[in-house]
């Protein structure tokens, strides 16, 4: 069995200060003890039970008492993430009612160290009255939970790292590394698609990114700053201000994209005509090239076209295959929608 760093005065549990080899020390035996699970987890026990998880055809639930609860509802977090019908228990609610949503069709995990907490065990029989299967995830070899339960899976744990080899530090650790390992295997086999995975997240900015397209993210209708070739320059200012683009769309007759006049073609114009500006056009000045995107593409990659060289931009007009103008993304729209 394991054992702690000493300290020359005892474990220090009133000391204000820690030095760097105590913590250290600390990290090492921590590893060590996490060693201990990896070299002597039975592979086939958890290969049963992730085959019983993979192949249920309800919902799977996690329960636990105290922080092996804790544990026990991030798991299940994380299987809900993965598009895997799962939900957490409380042990207690279950008791009051909550055990109603159990079905035939369900798996129970019930995880704790001990395979003693008395929540638990109360919980077994009334589970296995819906027709529930139920599994046990414990560390302590012989416990009253796995006896009675349909399945055991043993997480081999040396000791808590905890110098009292009381404080639930280790044992949640590995439960904790069991679960989420488990869960990359149902992904695996389930053959999720990065896609499906961001559908999930869409709040987040990795889901985002597989989800939004420009049509999603761009202004449109009577948002778009748009003119035509033989407006004169001044006669825009308000178009070009007001719709908060910082260009001016050029289109011909049909809405066909011809160019874009910018906030910085305007600075440039007036440097290089002054008074002249008040007769030029905006075709006269304006960029006849831009970047263009599609509505189609990703959002992502629009952000990535404004950054390409050689200089980046703050907007992209957004043309269908006829080169009829249906939009413009911005910079600021892109960052505001959390990409």
Known sequence: MGSLPAFPNGYPLKQTLIDETTLTDLFKSQQNHLNFFFDRIDHSQTLAFTRTLLNTSGTVFFTGVGKSGFVAHKISQTLVSLGIR?????????????????????VLVLLSKSGATEELIRLVPCARAKGVRIIAVTSVEGNALSAVCDMTVHLPLERELCPFNLAPVTSTAIQMVFGDTVAIALMAARNLTKDEYAANHPAGKIGKSLIFKVRDVMKKDEELPICRESDLIMDQLVELTSKGCGCLLVIDDDRRLIGTFTD???????????????????GKMCNRNPRTIGPDAMAVDAMKKM????????????????NIVIGIVTLHGLVSAGL
């Open 86 to 106: 799962s939900s957490f228990l409380s042990p207690v609610d279950a008791l009051h009612g909550d055990i109603g949503i159990l079905t035939d069709r369900d």
């Open 264 to 282: 910085g073609d305007l600075r440039r114009t007036l440097k290089a005509s002054g008074e002249g500006i008040f007769k030029l056009t905006v």
């Open 307 to 322: 950054e390409a060289p050689p200089s980046p931009v703050q907007f992209l007009p957004v043309i269908d295959d006829d």
